[in-house]
Nanobody
Framework: QLVESGGGLVQAAGSLRLSCAAS????????MGWYRQAPGKQRDMVAS???????HYADSVKGRFTISRDNAKNTVYLQMNSLKPEDTAVYYC?????????WGQGTQVTVSS
């Protein structure tokens, strides 16, 4: 019900834009979030956006990442600029707080130094 895309390999200081397509039933009623999990680490929230567009960011990505949502397309985006090697992780979208049944496959982001 949540399908992430847009990951890839990028050099440090580069940019990527992630997309997450959701079913209308999930998207229209929920705050949506982007999460990431690096190897050997827990899955953490990166950013979230309410149905009215209010946003919240983890300190580690403030000023570099921008979350947005297109309510007509039931899609949430994560624009990632000034990427760092420590941003390397699998990125997932989900509701916020997350729902166990909504985890998708995620999309791999690899930032080379």
């Amino acid at each position: 019900q949540l399908v992430e895309s847009g990951g890839g390999l990028v050099q440090a200081a580069g940019s990527l834009r992630l997309s997450c397509a959701a079913s209308r039933s999930i998207f229209s009623l929920n705050t949506m979030g982007w999460y990431r999990q690096a190897p050997g680490k827990q899955r953490d929230m990166v950013a979230s956006i309410t149905t009215s567009g209010n946003t919240h960011y983890a300190d580690s990505v403030k000023g570099r990442f921008t979350i947005s949502r297109d309510n007509a397309k039931n899609t949430v985006y994560l624009q990632m600029n000034s990427l760092k090697p420590e941003d390397t992780a699998v990125y997932y979208c989900n509701t916020a707080p997350w729902s166990v049944g909504y985890w998708g496959q995620g999309t791999q982001v690899t930032v080379s130094s």
